[in-house]
Each structure stands twice: as structure tokens, then as C-alpha cells.
């Protein structure tokens, strides 16, 4: 099973970009990695999906390097509202969905 | 445009009691999920069906029993309810094996 390890907490100022990184030691060769964003009494929500190298959505970038042992979620200029729990995920493509592992998450605090 | 419907969003329950909680979607999706949240603990997949017609366990799914009754829902009982079970429940439905998830709004169930 891919289990990854990601930062309990980190803490920000309104405007600054922020780096979250998670370790996967054990991903698959077709392991897929996702970031969901989950705010207070909500459902996580789909933040974005890659594979290798770079990925580019209109939140967020996703940073995979070559041995794809980690990853790192990058978001732009954060604001107040970016205030949530951080949640990698390692996908098993192809495989038994069972073998999909949520970590604990990373809050992360954006103060003003 | 609903996605995932969960009900109750509320319960409160006496140890021993059994009850259901209920779970729809709308997007045709083939897979649904079963996840529990406790505090410092992240999620943890309590049963999954890939398919309409198939259920497995996942990590935790001891007191608990599911139902895919067709391929819009998917209900998750407790047949004699105890105050472990006290949590936020969620369920999901995908059909993206990579890990792309669309999330309900949660169940808060506390057992007395």
C-alpha cells in the first residue's frame, strides 16, 4: 500500500505562496497522486491530479520529480479563505480501490 | 446538479441502537466509498463498492455493514452502535481509479 506522510500543520500570511510537500517512498509505477482541500464541517473537495513533472490547474501546481517519491502542493498568493486540511492521496491505477490510503493531512493556517 | 447526497447530517444514538446512514449520487458513477474522520486520524475507508452488486472491506470496517442497493446508493449500517463509532462519516463515489473523488457533506454521529 502507497502510505504517505505529509506535514500536521503550517502556518501563512495572506499573499505569500505556499509549499506542501508529501513523501510516497512506496509509489507504484501506476500510482496517480491527488490533493483535496477540506474545509471545517465539509466534504473534501478535488484540488488536483498528476502523474510526473509539473501540473497547473487555476488553484493550485503540482510539483511530482523524477523518482516520484514526493510531491508537492503549491498554492499561489493564499488568502484567508485558503484556511483548510490538505490531504494527499496515492492512487492505485488499475488496481483494487480499497488500496486507496488517505493520510492525516496538513492544516494549514493563513493569517493576515 | 446534487452529486453526493448524505442523510441524516445529524445523529445522535444510545449505545446498542442500530441505525443506517444513507448515501445517493447523481453522476452515473460506478464506485462509492465509506469513509470515517476522527480527529488526528484523517480518513479511513470503512467499506467500497467498485461496482453495483460488489462490496469489500476496507481498513476499518469492523461493526459496520454495507448495502449497494443500486448504482445510485449506497448505505452504510450499524447494527449495534457504540460510543467508538462516534465520528463524521462520509461517503464518495468516483469513477476515476487514480483517486478522483467527489465527497457528501458528512454525517456527525455521536453514540451515547
Known amino acids: 500500500l502507497a502510505k504517505t506522510t505529509q506535514p500536521i500543520s503550517m502556518d501563512s500570511y495572506e499573499g505569500q505562496e505556499v509549499n506542501i510537500t508529501c513523501s510516497h517512498n512506496?509509489?507504484?509505477?501506476?500510482?496517480?497522486i491527488t490533493w483535496y482541500q477540506q474545509f471545517p464541517s465539509q466534504g473534501p473537495r478535488f484540488i488536483i491530479q498528476?502523474?510526473?513533472t509539473k501540473v497547473t490547474n487555476e488553484v493550485a501546481s503540482l510539483f511530482i520529480p523524477a523518482d516520484r517519491k514526493s510531491s508537492t502542493l503549491s498554492l499561489p498568493r493564499v488568502s484567508l479563505s485558503d484556511t483548510a486540511v490538505y490531504y494527499c492521496?496515492?492512487?492505485?491505477?488499475?488496481?483494487?480501490?480499497?488500496?486507496?490510503?488517505f493520510g492525516k493531512g496538513t492544516k494549514l493556517s493563513v493569517k493576515p | 446538479n446534487a452529486g453526493v447526497t448524505q442523510t441524516p447530517k445529524f445523529q445522535v444514538l444510545k449505545t446498542g441502537q442500530s441505525m443506517t446512514l444513507q448515501c445517493a449520487q447523481d453522476?452515473?458513477?460506478?464506485?462509492m466509498y465509506w469513509y470515517r474522520q476522527d480527529p488526528g486520524m484523517g480518513l479511513r475507508l470503512i467499506y467500497y463498492?467498485?461496482?453495483?452488486?460488489?462490496?469489500d472491506k476496507g481498513e476499518v470496517p469492523n461493526g459496520y455493514n454495507v448495502s449497494r442497493l443500486n448504482k445510485r446508493e449506497f448505505s452504510l449500517r450499524l447494527e449495534s452502535a457504540a460510543p467508538s463509532q462516534t465520528s463524521v462519516y462520509f461517503c464518495?463515489?468516483?469513477?476515476?481509479?487514480?483517486?478522483?473523488?467527489?465527497f457528501g457533506s458528512g454525517t456527525r454521529l455521536t453514540v451515547v
Open positions: 492521496l496515492v492512487g492505485l491505477y488499475g488496481g483494487s480501490q480499497g488500496n486507496l490510503i
Open positions: 453522476m452515473n458513477h460506478n464506485s
Open positions: 512506496n509509489i507504484a509505477t501506476n500510482d496517480y
Open positions: 498528476g502523474y510526473k
Open positions: 464518495a463515489s468516483s469513477d476515476d481509479p487514480r483517486g478522483g473523488y467527489t
Open positions: 463498492s467498485a461496482s453495483e452488486g460488489t462490496t
